[in-house]
Structure formats: structure tokens, C-alpha cells
């Protein structure tokens, strides 16, 4: 072996460390282990396959439309539902000119028991958090219109109107699903009769990601979110979208992209741990992309591989930990620590009971950069494939956009950004696209589509009002002539 390269045989392992580098800095590290590659192997997902995926994502969905906003009112309240946390906030209107947003808000928690609980439950339980909240901001009394984004597949009827598809991300609360969430929502603040609220805004996270990047940068088209589940939406052209009437102007549409494989179109790249995580979620044989994707998914398929790898004997010397076998243990969040510093990989090895040596860390830290790289990747097609979209629709040999974009993963985790974007530029080299990542988009965005709304419904109050003005002129024009 050259010199450098270190063999350790009990893994068939060779480690090549660069003697130029620093111990103690970015020390480059190439683990190759030929029987451990062998279950990575089908995460690695080359550039043709992203292609072939990249093409397969057209998109389609439902959405609403929207507008550049002038603000009307001066105070909004947001409910954010769908990550990690539910949210309530109080959005206000400081300075109309310079454009300034100060939000306040609250965390409530969701127990996991609600989370599967009814729906009533659920909604009564929000209706209770806003309640308290109003009176902690002496807001009781007031009727302020409310932005609701409710970041799960729906129908959007109208701007108040939405009917929830299906659950995802965990949530599985009966009788929701095909209920207009709005309605529900609204029932559950009658059912209190303490308060009451205005307008309601329904919203994706998406949507209002993309709204409140939108609001610093006039040519965010996209919203992307990279968190506990994964999606995006786009401004697409009024006359591709076949629901609508009308042909003039674009429309946002939301394109639910988690649910892209449903069909059995990711089949030939999906991994038996995917079909594992799948089998044992709550919602098996749907949401296929997001389970290879999102954070809510992410650390149990790291999980099942190192299960697997301590089965064959290929780590910790063929041990697991009660932890280590108890699912849904690897938190998504680890994967980033993991990836971060082979310490920190360490440290969490001995949190979940595993005895491990050096080898075994370094094959962990591996297993984590291949899992979260393909993720990456993944997400990086779909956004070619919309990219490229919007491209095309335009006719224009080069587009220059920018993709608004949330969420814990693409946040948190060390490279996912950068691989993200790297790869984005292979797939899609005729769109220069800019990367914004938003401030609080689920909180500002959606006060933000719900000021268009009230705008919007003004003016279409103004409208009908001049209507029936013009209809009195022309009676009263036709009894002239009589
Ligand atoms: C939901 C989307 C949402 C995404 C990100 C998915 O599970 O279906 O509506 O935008 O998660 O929160």
C-alpha cells in the first residue's frame, strides 16, 4: 500500500488519510469498506439515475393564487401546524414602507397521543393554545384575521376552504381527513365561545415560504421545504393549470412532491430499508419520496442499517443496544451531529448503549453522509424538474430564479445545502438559481396570503358594490328614455 493508507482487516477496511492535512482540522478521511459499501451501494444514486428521476417528477397538484400584497390590516394572527412544533403568532405591521414584520408567538406541543387521537381533540386543543395566547398578547376581544398553514395535502376550495386529503408526518387524527380544516377549526373556537377571529387564510408551508422569501426577493418562484416532511411549490402559467379558468397570469401550485413515487415510479431505487420504513410507518404505500427524504425519516433508515450492519457482524463487533433496536432511537437530528465531527459520532454511539471502536464510528459516520447525501440528491431532481419547468414554459434558453426554502434538514444538517445545490446545477445548467432561506415563512408568509386575501376580498366588494351603482345608472337611464 502507498504510503498513508492505513489497512485494518477485520472490515477489509482502508482508510486513506491525506499527510498533508492537519490532524486536528478538516483531516480528509476515505472510509472504503468493501463489505459495508456493499449496503450503501443502493443509496448512491449517480447522476444518470437523478437525471431519469428528474424527469420522471412532473408536476401536478392543487394550489392558490396569489398576488403581490399590499397590506390593509395592521395585525394577523398565524397558526402553524405540520412540523415539529404547532405555533401560534401574532403578526404586526410596524412600518408599511420599510416593510417591517414583528411577529410574536408561542410553541404548544402536541402530545403523540393527540397527534392520534380525534380530531376534536386536536382542534380543540389549538382553539385552547390560541385562546391563552390571545390573552397573554391582550388580544382577547379582538377579531383579527388569521393565517392557518396546515402544511398536509389538501384541496384547496377556496382561501377558506380546504379539505385535508390525507394525514402525513405522524398525524393520523380520525375524521379529519376529506373535513374541511377550516370549518373544523372554526367549530372548535365556537365550542369555547370565549373569542372569536376574522378571516381565515388557509396556507401551505410551501406557499408561505415562498411568500415571505418573496417579500425580500421579487423573483422567488419557488418554495421548498426540507424538514420533518418534504415539498415544494411554483408559479406556473394560468393556462397549463386546467382547473382554473382563465389563461392570463401564473398561479402558485403546490406540488405535494412528497407523494412522488406512489405510483411505483421510484421503484427500481428504493432500498429494502425504505420498504422497511414504509412498512412500519403510519401511513404505509404512501408519501414514498418523502420517506427517503425528510427528517422524520431519516434517522429511523440510518437505524435500520446499522441494525443490519451489527447483524452481519460488519459493527460494533456484531452488537446492538436495547436503543439501537427500539425504533425511531436515531434521532434525524444525530445524523447532522454525526456528520459534524466523529467525536460527536462517538458520544451518541455511547448515549445508545453501542460499544464501539474507532472503526465502527468512522463506518457510522459513512452510513449517515450516504443516507443524508441521497436525500440531498433526491431533492435536488425535483427541484430540477420544476426549475426546468418554469424555464420551458417561458421559453427561455436561460432562467434565473430564486427557490425560498425552510425546514430543519436543509437548515441544520452540515452539507445538505451544499450538496443540494451542487447537484441542482448538474441537472438543471441552464437555470442559475439563488438559494433564500426564509425568515419564519409559515408565521410571515401566512399573514402575508391572508392580507392579499382581505385585499383581494375588498376589492371584489368594491367592485360588486360599483356593479349594482352602474345597474341603478343603467335602470334609471332606461326609464329616462321610457
Ligand atoms: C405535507 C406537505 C408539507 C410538507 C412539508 C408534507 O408531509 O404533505 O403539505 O408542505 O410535508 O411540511
Known sequence: LPSGFVSVSRL???????????????????????????????FRLSLEKLQEVSARATPDGTGSNWRRHIWGHENFLALDLGGTNFRVLHVRVVEEEQKMLKMDSQICAIPQEMMLGTGEQLFDHIAACLGDFLVSQDLKGHTLPLGFTFSFPCEQKEIDKSILIR???????????????????????????????????????????????????QSCEIGMIIGTGTNACYMEEMKNVKRVEGEAGRMCINTEWGGFGDDGSLRDILTEFDVVVDETSINPGVH?????ISGMYLGEIVRLVLVRLAKEKLLFKGQTSKDLLTPNTFQTKFISEIEDGLEN?????????????????????LVCDTISSRSARLCAAALATLANRIRVNRGLDHLKTTVGVDGTVYRKHPNFSKELQATVRLLAPKCDITFLVSEDGSGKGAAMVTAVAQRLALQSRLLEDSDGEDEDEEEEEEEEEK
Not at 499527510?19 to 478538516?26: F, I, K, L, R, V
Not at 393520523?172 to 373569542?195: F, H, M, T
Request: hydrophobic share 40%; aromatic share 8%; glycine share 8%.
Open 167 to 217: 394525514w402525513t408526518k405522524g398525524f393520523k387524527c380520525s375524521g379529519v381527513e376529506g373535513e374541511d380544516v377550516v370549518k373544523l377549526l372554526k367549530e372548535a373556537i365556537q365550542r369555547r365561545g370565549d373569542y372569536d377571529i376574522g378571516s381565515v387564510a388557509m396556507v401551505n408551508d410551501t406557499v408561505g415560504t415562498m411568500m415571505s422569501c418573496g417579500y425580500r426577493d
Open 12 to 42: 477489509s477496511l482502508v482508510v486513506v488519510q491525506s499527510a498533508q492535512m492537519q490532524p486536528d482540522t478538516h483531516v480528509y478521511m476515505f472510509v472504503c469498506c468493501v463489505q459495508v459499501q456493499d449496503y450503501l451501494e443502493p
Open 345 to 365: 459520532a462517538q458520544n451518541i454511539l455511547t448515549k445508545l448503549g453501542l460499544k464501539w471502536d474507532d472503526v465502527d464510528s468512522r463506518v457510522v459516520r
Open 288 to 292: 414514498t419520496f418523502e420517506k427517503m
